[in-house]
């Protein structure tokens, strides 16, 4: 059967949001007169979630469950979905309603003038804390700065993508993950439609500060070289600044200058070089562990249960 509309959502111990998030995605979709499916990711989770997930998909033939034999994050997760799709225009939804489904008819409008990606750009957001408010706006700029591609500011993963980009991006099997940064690199033609992004049904946050920190050095270092560069400044301005020192240094002591005697101003020096050295120890260390994890060829994730008609 064609469908036209794949949602997919990544569930991690959502069970008191699925049957909100089924109700609403269904009313929305059905309004629409189009074929439609619902694929719901279940990334290992512990809290019951998987037992209403196969109960929703025993009583409703639009949903396609894909159960992970483990947790392996959120971007496999939505990779995943992206795999098992089978949708003209997919749609990448998170499960905790701050995304509001009945957005999406306003990308599938999008989506029939002839744009190939639509994303949605979070105008308001309900129920976050300033912290959380700053940290994100400073990520995405920061992002929008140093990274090679032009990632769209105050946007996340909610977006819908024709099936082109889709199948562009399932080419695309690195291990650490930035879906938004990946769907602007393959190109198309994009906009964006504003939202006012809502607090959670229920439960709390999957993205913590930690978690949050780590999706924005995979952004960093999976799109831009400019910590690297960072490293090789803070290597010539210290050298410069040694240069320099150096005949201050012979005029103070021909001089009889006591400035520079004792062992005070060697301890900085020699600190702040190996605090240099150490910063860009770690920053090749971050971007030759990737290459390693690429290197080991393991598979992104692995199912325990999923439709067999892929």
């Given at each position: 059967?064609?469908?036209?509309?794949?949602?997919?959502?990544?569930?991690?111990?959502?069970?008191?949001?699925?049957?909100?998030?089924?109700?609403?995605?269904?009313?929305?979709?059905?309004?629409?007169?189009?074929?439609?499916?619902?694929?719901?990711?279940?990334?290992?989770?512990?809290?019951?979630?998987?037992?209403?997930?196969?109960?929703?998909?025993?009583?409703?033939?639009?949903?396609?469950?894909?159960?992970?034999?483990?947790?392996?994050?959120?971007?496999?997760?939505?990779?995943?979905?992206?795999?098992?799709?089978?949708?003209?225009?997919?749609?990448?939804?998170?499960?905790?309603?701050?995304?509001?489904?009945?957005?999406?008819?306003?990308?599938?409008?999008?989506?029939?003038?002839?744009?190939?990606?639509?994303?949605?750009?979070?105008?308001?957001?309900?129920?976050?804390?300033?912290?959380?408010?700053?940290?994100?706006?400073?990520?995405?700029?920061?992002i929008s700065r140093i990274t090679?591609?032009?990632?769209?500011?105050?946007?996340?993963?909610?977006?819908?993508?024709?099936?082109?980009?889709?199948?562009?991006?399932?080419?695309?099997?690195?291990?650490?993950?930035?879906?938004?940064?990946?769907?602007?690199?393959?190109?198309?033609?994009?906009?964006?439609v504003d939202y006012k992004r809502?607090?959670?049904?229920?439960?709390?946050?999957?993205?913590?500060?930690?978690?949050?920190?780590?999706?924005?050095?995979?952004?960093?270092?999976?799109?831009?070289?400019?910590?690297?560069?960072?490293?090789?400044?803070?290597?010539?301005?210290?050298?410069?600044?040694?240069?320099?020192?150096?005949?201050?240094?012979?005029?103070?002591?021909?001089?009889?200058?006591?400035?520079?005697?004792?062992?005070?101003?060697?301890?900085?020096?020699?600190?702040?070089?190996?605090?240099?050295?150490?910063?860009?120890?770690?920053?090749?260390?971050?971007?030759?562990?990737?290459?390693?994890?690429?290197?080991?060829?393991?598979?992104?994730?692995?199912?325990?249960?999923?439709?067999?008609?892929?």
């Amino acid at each position: 059967m064609k469908i036209t509309y794949s949602i997919i959502a990544p569930i991690y111990n959502e069970k008191d949001n699925l049957p909100e998030l089924h109700r609403r995605v269904t009313e929305v979709m059905n309004s629409t007169g189009e074929t439609w499916e619902l694929v719901l990711v279940d990334d290992g989770s512990t809290d019951g979630s998987t037992d209403i997930l196969r109960n929703l998909a025993k009583a409703d033939s639009h949903i396609r469950p894909v159960i992970f034999a483990r947790n392996f994050g959120h971007q496999v997760a939505v990779t995943a979905g992206l795999d098992y799709s089978r949708g003209d225009a997919v749609v990448v939804i998170d499960a905790d309603l701050q995304d509001p489904p009945e957005l999406i008819l306003e990308m599938a409008k999008k989506w029939k003038e002839g744009y190939e990606v639509v994303y949605a750009v979070r105008a308001e957001r309900e129920g976050e804390s300033w912290f959380k408010l700053w940290t994100a706006s400073l990520f995405y700029r920061l992002i929008s700065r140093i990274t090679d591609v032009n990632i769209p500011l105050d946007t996340g993963d909610f977006r819908l993508m024709d099936r082109k980009v889709v199948r562009v991006m399932n080419q695309m099997r690195e291990r650490h993950r930035f879906l938004r940064g990946m769907s602007a690199w393959v190109g198309f033609k994009q906009i964006g439609v504003d939202y006012k992004r809502a607090a959670r049904v229920a439960g709390e946050t999957k993205y913590p500060f930690r978690k949050m920190f780590r999706l924005a050095l995979n952004a960093i270092t999976g799109f831009s070289y400019f910590p690297l560069q960072v490293a090789t400044y803070f290597g010539f301005v210290s050298a410069g600044l040694a240069i320099l020192a150096i005949p201050v240094v012979v005029y103070l002591r021909a001089s009889g200058s006591q400035a520079f005697f004792g062992q005070a101003s060697t301890l900085i020096a020699v600190l702040f070089l190996g605090g240099v050295q150490l910063i860009s120890l770690g920053i090749l260390g971050e971007y030759i562990g990737r290459l390693y994890d690429e290197a080991k060829g393991r598979p992104l994730y692995i199912v325990r249960e999923a439709p067999e008609d892929q």
